[in-house]
């Protein structure tokens, strides 16, 4: 056995040292059997291109190079009807589609926060820190730690580089990207060893850094045998998803046994420039996300799908009218998804109003008439049986919005 550099052994535990300080093991499967996976689009995506209002005249008269048509049977371009006002986006047809004819996806438009900063990052953190706007905000507290503070016996992951803001402030909780977890572990078992030893018996504040590597640790083999498992079955001739759909079915793989709160973000969604229509930029984003989402529900299985709730976000919608470049700017309400198996889905749900120039937010985009805050909270509220006292802990200041979704 080859001896062991010092300054390499520490140069690794410094790249390792995210996940293992927040590291935590889960030997036993999650609580309850009720999962909730938050899919937080960065960049804020054009919502009505997606789930378009395709029975709107001023929707066509605002967007005449970017917008979708109207529903055609005969033209595969052309929008999917799903009631008398709104539509799919066509590359959603192989995905999405059948689970809302399953009934097992529900849209919510005129969605959003009432932060009107329109900046992504900090409506960003408005969204994932989950707290009233314009007072004091907390960066030490995020909803989602709140809401596994709340439960109190889940089995929460980050499934990202860094601990997201939504998740700080409550149960330690680790975090790994599973785009970045397909190669060699960076230490090797020799190491991991020397690491745990170096913090025997050592405590931050009320942390167990010892507990903490340790379960870290065990987290991190968990996920390299699981996606190691997955690419031995792939290279039987099976056609190897790519992008945030791999990663989407690596996600519900573990969902299914071990995780039950988590949280992926996925970039690229800002599209001020040429962001197409029925094809084009936009298009393959939307298809990308639709066979991850689809990719989730089937890895996780029928089982587990029938007590996991998918909610879709973004931080702010884009203007309703197309900009000079063929794209769209920073807007205000958007379009979030909810899927599962135990969605009331097959509808398009929440307060609505006809779209005109006069019921636009500040004459540009859409108004937000249901505040993400109350949507996931009443979510949370059905799917975890969340007394009205523990929700507050969650999202403070805000009643919960029952849309019968779960």
Known sequence: MHPIDRRQMLKSAAVAAPLLLAGRAFAAPAAAGNRLLLVFLRGAYDAINIVAPTS??????????IGLGKPDPANPDAPIPLDADWSLHPALKDSILPLWR??????????????????????????????????????????????????GHDAPIAFTQQLPLCFRGGPVVPNIALSNASGKPPLDPQETGLITAMYKGQRIGGVDLEKAVTEGFAVRETVFKSIQDEMTQASRGAVTPKGFELSARRIGHLMRDQFNLAFVDVGGWDTHVNQGGAQGYLANRIGELGRALAGFADEIGPEAWRSTTVVVISEFGRTFRENGNRGTDHGHGSVYWVLGGNVQGGRVAGPQVRLAPDMLNQARDLPVLTDY???????VARQFALSPNRLQTVFPAVPAANLGLV
């Not at 709107?56 to 190079?65: A, I, L, W």
């Not at 097992?104 to 009233?132: K, N």
């Open 373 to 379: 805050r109350a949507l996931i909270g009443g979510i």
């Open 56 to 65: 709107s005249d001023f929707y066509h008269q605002s967007r005449p190079n």
């Open 102 to 151: 399953a009934r097992q996806v529900a849209f919510i438009p005129f969605a959003g926060t009432d932060d009107m900063s329109r900046s992504h990052f900090e409506t960003q953190d408005s969204i994932e820190l989950g707290q009233p706007i314009g007072g004091h905000r907390d960066y030490g507290s995020g909803f989602m730690g709140r809401l596994a503070a709340a439960l």
